[in-house]
């Protein structure tokens, strides 16, 4: 963890300059720790947007102060600009606040401050690019207020993560037509949660990894999120801002006709202020097709065999009405043999498309 790094680094100064000022008084004897340093790092939450353009004005911090009034903000003078949202996948973040001094003591709440250039595009009925204006509330335009509560010592340097949860923070105003910008956030330290990093597998197909974060270990799940990211173009990701604990990671298609479907990543655990990298690409699988169809000409009592030459030399039976289904069978090239005690078998060659359903009918005939 980084303080356990920077306490290492720490203790030995620490410890020679109280040898050498042994003989002094107390006052004397004082390690000056440097002001401790606060980061501020934006990331998003999946949209199903073409873009989300958000003007940042400031990020602005409350020190030992938890009241609501509007006294006692200070700006961290972060970089300003229009930024799009969607553009942070894959691990991407935009740093707002880069290791800005404050004072030690509680920092008790913070605010992502935007301005009223904020569009949005999505595509229309044509599948045409189309922009609008993103409308902020008067009560919004201060910026969305986040308590936080969070000890800094001096001495130590402090990563916080904006979390930009876009599906939420967009509103379609009835009838009106207009489209509403309400700042949905989730404000994390680096020190108090953990980062998942990993890759998927095909690395082309675009999609979206997640954890459901269980807030108070309850079975409730009004208090439950999920904190998430989309893949880039080399099927990288990362999750910011996990809580420590163990979790199981999603991959989910963004097209849900895709080919594929989810992969999963089980018991990935993470530690406050490390970050956990899964090696092995988590794998997406091809949706698993089926065979089915009617078995006709046998006489009563007689029953048809299908059988597939998969690895497990799969084969099931007929029902009375000669109807067969063979389910969740990978993609992939098949000999199907149809077979009946005194009845000549037949053989048919198929290929099995994903989430496809091969439909193969058969009369038998006697020997």
């Known amino acids: 963890m980084k303080i356990v790094k920077q306490l290492k680094l720490i203790l030995p100064f620490l410890f020679v300059a109280l040898f050498l000022s042994c003989d002094k008084d107390s006052e004397s004897s ?14 998003d939450a999946p949209g199903d947007y073409e873009a989300v353009n958000v003007e940042i004005v400031d990020v602005m911090i409350k020190m030992n102060n938890d009241n609501i009034d509007e006294n006692g903000w200070v700006s961290l003078e972060s970089e300003s600009g229009i930024v799009d949202l969607l553009d942070f996948t894959g691990g991407i973040s935009k740093v707002l606040v880069d290791r800005f001094s404050v004072p030690a003591g509680t920092l008790s709440q913070m605010r992502l401050v935007l301005g009223d250039g904020n569009t949005i595009v999505i595509k229309d009925k044509n599948d045409e690019d189309e922009a609008f204006d993103l409308k902020t509330p008067s009560a919004q335009q ?22 930009f949860n876009v599906e939420k923070s967009i509103v379609h105003a009835g009838n009106s037509g207009n489209i509403i910008l309400k700042p949905v956030l989730y404000v994390s330290a680096e020190v108090n949660s953990g980062i998942i990093e990993g890759t998927i597998t095909p690395s082309d197909v675009p999609a979206v990894a997640s954890v459901l974060i269980d807030d108070n270990g309850t079975p409730e799940t009004d208090d439950d999120f999920v904190i998430s990211s989309y893949t880039d173009s080399t099927g990288a990701f990362a999750l910011w801002g996990v809580p420590a604990g163990t979790y199981d990671v999603i991959i989910s298609p963004v097209d849900e006709e895709s080919d594929y479907s989810n992969g999963i990543e089980v018991g990935v655990a993470v530690i406050n202020g490390e970050v956990t990298t899964i090696t092995e690409a988590i794998e997406l699988i091809l949706k698993p097709g089926l065979i089915t169809g009617t078995i006709s000409g046998l006489t009563a009592g007689i029953t ?3 059988a597939i030459n998969d690895t497990a030399s799969t084969s099931v039976e007929a029902d009375i009405d000669g109807i067969y289904t063979i389910q969740d069978l990978a993609p992939g090239d098949y000999t199907v043999t149809i077979s009946a005690d005194g009845y000549i078998s037949q053989e048919f060659m198929i290929t099995l498309e994903p989430a496809e359903e091969e439909v193969i009918d058969a009369t038998l005939v006697l020997t």
Do not use: C
Not at 37 to 42: A, K, M, P, W
Not at 142 to 163: A, H, M, P, Q, R
């Open 30 to 43: 004082k390690i000056n720790l440097q002001e401790p340093t606060i980061s501020v790092r934006l990331v």
């Open 304 to 306: 048809a065999t299908i």
């Open 142 to 163: 201060s910026g969305l207020k986040l308590k936080l509560n969070t000890v800094i010592e001096e001495g130590f340097s402090y990563d916080f993560i904006l979390d």
